[in-house]
């Protein structure tokens, strides 16, 4: 079996996400949906909805009063807040593995991920052009192709670092060369196969912006400014730390106040620490 069927083949051994997310993410997106349909949605899987309440109740929220039901919890929290409980709780299961290859121990790729969700639904709220749901989800799901691929990634680390540094490639470039697969293409396969909407799987197989009209798409383009930002200040963050192309133009036409950036490389550093409490309290 060559080696780009072996990687697909481990697609399959992801854990399932549930169904009701899509639903969740759809009602969230659209404008003409009212609150108690995605109320509903949620409510009708119990298992989500004890998952949910669990958190909202935690002393960690510290709320003053205690929270029985999904309606109550939207207008305490807003519904913005609960959609990303919801999205968190539940697509943290594969995230939140070692991930070997890519130098990352348990729970890196997910509190990282997190981090720049929050960065990312930061982002698109100043620029008010698309759906913070989707974003904050994209970026949650930008790297799931870390997941499988990093076995490969650890095999062959060596080779890849090399093509890195002689090739002047990205990372990502560089997985392509030596595995014939990279983490990008892989992701898009997995969020295609969870049956995520075709721009969630564009979002995620081109958040390193490997081509022209990924670097003018603003949601792509804002997921990769959020995990720059993130790579810019955090160490932890793996093997390919800023071994990624940096796009001064899409700086520019997006985000063009310095100050702005700076200021989220500050709130990112925020963020970390939020993930941080929020998860040890779990
Ligand atoms: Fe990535």
Do not use: C
Not at 64 to 84: I, N
Not at 137 to 149: H, N, P, Q, R, Y
Not at 169 to 190: P, R, Y
């Amino acid at each position: 079996m060559d080696n780009l069927r072996i990687i697909l083949n481990k697609v399959n051994q992801l854990d399932p996400i549930p169904v009701v997310i899509h639903k969740v993410l759809e009602l969230a997106d659209d404008p003409e949906a009212s609150l108690p349909d995605l109320v509903e949605v949620v409510e009708r899987d119990p298992a989500i909805t004890a998952n949910l309440l669990k958190t909202v109740n935690s002393a960690y929220m510290g709320l003053p009063v205690k929270v029985d039901s999904v309606h109550q919890a939207v207008s305490m929290l807003g519904l913005q807040q609960v959609v990303e409980m919801v999205m968190s709780q539940n697509l943290s299961g594969n995230l939140n593995r070692a991930q070997k290859g890519y130098g990352l121990e348990k729970g890196a790729l997910w509190r990282q991920s997190l981090a720049v969700a929050m960065v990312a639904r930061t982002l698109a709220g100043q620029q008010d052009l698309m759906s913070l749901p989707a974003i904050y989800t994209a970026a949650l799901l930008k790297d799931i192709g870390k997941v499988v691929l990093h076995e490969f990634v650890a095999d062959k680390l060596s080779s890849i670092q090399k093509v890195v540094t002689d090739q002047a490639m990205s990372f990502v470039e560089a997985e392509k060369e030596v595995l014939g697969m990279d983490h990008m293409m892989l992701g898009g396969i997995i969020a295609k196969q969870w049956n995520f909407s075709s721009h969630m799987v564009y979002m995620i197989e081109n958040h390193h912006l490997p081509n022209t009209a990924a670097r003018n798409d603003p949601a792509t383009s804002t997921l990769y400014l959020a995990d720059m930002i993130a790579m810019m200040v955090d160490t932890g963050i793996g093997v390919d730390r800023l071994a990624y192309h940096v796009y001064q133009g899409v700086f520019s036409d997006f985000f063009p106040d310095k100050q702005q950036i700076k200021g989220l490389m500050i709130t990112y550093k925020a963020y970390r620490r939020e993930v941080h409490e929020f998860l040890e309290a779990a």
